[in-house]
């Protein structure tokens, strides 16, 4: 970790134009931009790598994930990716004709990416309540059931390509989904034979909000859960980056064979032979052994324990942030920490920006600058939460660092009316919050 004045950040800050993805990551002291592929790797996952086999095809490595995969999720098929957006881009092409609808728990960033590409249009069709940052209830990330149906009889069945769960809600907070919503979900689906895929970015987080939450799961092992989870999808996408606790990779997995032939004909244009997708052999290994540490329990309830703890600091401290912490991160409420900025100014982006300023702490905003333009209209998405993630690696940083992440946000609130508004001063076409450069509203 190296230590930097505040003085030396204003400097780093200007030639990043404002934007934390644009820093460079020794000018950080604490980064919390976000848990993907950040994370360490076990001693047993780099034994793993080094039996890397690196054979073009038939890798053993890829049994040995395929079958942790398919006990772990049940699946049959495993098409690994070089990460999750990769396994985005093959679902979305052999599952979406164009002019479908895609309804979803809230939006991500690369998935409607994806989805939009194909011709799809995304429906949002999560509870109304996930809108609320204030509000603390648990499985916020729940399919409003209702809006799913509506949607069905406006639009037909023949023209929802698929439903698509994620488990957690990265940016309703890292909200989990019940089992109970799961089921019914499945239920309705089948019964105008809609099939439901799942981001499983971060599922064994949300299969830790289910042990500890949900009626009747408490005895049950978090293996247990997530392979009930599963059994209420058809297939799903995972960024391995989070969940599998390596720092590359990806995969698809379905039951489908025709699907599944699909899926095949693309990974070779896309990403690689069907048995290494976009992953080394020894990738593929770390990835196995990665998602066999990830269900074991002692791990899991630290991670979301020490999200949990980072949050109840700062609520402690009176700092407004999207209620109840979620698995992953805990997300600071830009519109109550700068209420005299207008969403148009950006004023998440401004407080990580500012945050950085203050103490070194690299977030990430996620809010109307992550949610991009209307495809149709060209206007901003607005979204209801203009929120900064303070994102934690996995088994890297301790408590002591997150007492001064929390010290630092507070030192910032007490001078908040500082903070500035920002304006673009290039924004790219897409996924613009990775590239874009703003500059201070005087
Ligand atoms: N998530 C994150 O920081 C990394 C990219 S920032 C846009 O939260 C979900 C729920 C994700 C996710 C990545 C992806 C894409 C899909 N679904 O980054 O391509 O949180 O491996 O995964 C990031 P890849």
Not at 45 to 71: C, K, P
Not at 165 to 182: C, D, E, H, I, R
Not at 245 to 250: A, E, H, Q, S
Not at 346 to 370: T, W
Request: hydrophobic fraction near 35%; glycine fraction near 8%.
């Amino acid at each position: 970790i190296g230590i930097s004045t505040e003085a030396e950040r204003v400097e780093h800050l200007k030639a990043a134009h404002y934007n934390p993805f644009l820093l460079r990551s020794r000018d950080v002291i604490i980064d919390l931009m976000t848990d993907s592929g950040t994370g360490a790797m076990s001693a047993h996952q780099w034994a793993g790598v080094m039996e890397g086999d690196e054979a073009y095809a038939g890798s053993r490595n890829f049994s040995h994930l395929e079958e942790t995969v398919r006990d772990i999720f049940g699946f049959q098929h495993l098409v690994p990716t070089h990460q999750g957006r990769g396994a985005e881009n093959l679902l979305s092409q052999i599952a979406i004709k164009p002019g479908q609808y895609v309804p979803g728990n809230m939006y991500f960033t690369t998935t409607r990416y994806h989805q939009e590409r194909n011709g799809g249009t995304f429906v949002d069709i999560i509870r109304d309540e996930a809108h609320d940052a204030s509000l603390s209830i648990p499985f916020k990330g729940n399919i409003d059931l209702d809006k799913l149906q509506r949607l069905i009889d406006e639009k037909g069945a023949e023209n929802i390509a698929y439903v698509c769960l994620a488990v957690t809600v990265n940016l309703a907070g890292g909200q989990p989904v019940s089992m109970k919503n799961m089921k019914e979900v499945r239920e309705l689906t089948d019964r105008y034979g809609i099939k439901v895929f799942y981001d499983a970015t971060r599922c064994v987080e949300n299969a830790f909000f289910i042990k500890e939450q949900e009626e009747g799961y408490g005895d049950k092992s978090i293996r247990e859960i997530v392979r009930e989870m599963f059994s209420y999808a058809d297939g799903c996408t995972m960024s391995g980056k989070k969940d599998c606790l390596v720092n590359i990779g990806g995969f698809l997995c379905m039951n489908d064979e025709k699907l599944f032939e699909k899926a095949k004909e693309l990974v070779v244009v896309y990403e690689g032979m069907p048995s290494y997708g976009g992953m080394a052999g020894r990738d593929m290994e770390a990835m196995a052994i990665g998602l066999k540490e990830a269900v074991q329990y002692e791990y899991i309830e630290h991670r979301v324990k020490q999200v949990r703890y980072l949050g109840d600091k700062l609520r402690e401290a009176g700092i407004p942030i999207v209620e109840p912490t979620g698995g992953h991160a805990v997300f600071i409420d830009a519109r109550r920490f700068c209420p005299h900025l207008t969403q148009d100014q950006f004023p998440a982006q401004s407080l990580a920006a500012n945050l950085y300023l203050e103490s070194g702490v690299r977030s990430m905003e996620r809010g109307i600058v992550s949610a991009g333009r209307d495809k149709i209209t060209g206007d901003h998405h607005r979204p209801k939460l203009e929120t900064v993630r303070l994102t934690i690696p996995r088994r890297v940083y301790t408590y002591r660092h997150m007492d001064l992440v929390a010290a630092a946000v507070q030192s910032l609130y007490e001078k908040r009316e500082n903070i500035k508004g920002l304006r673009f001063v290039y924004e790219p076409a897409q996924l613009r919050f990775f590239t874009a450069r703003f500059e201070e509203i005087s």
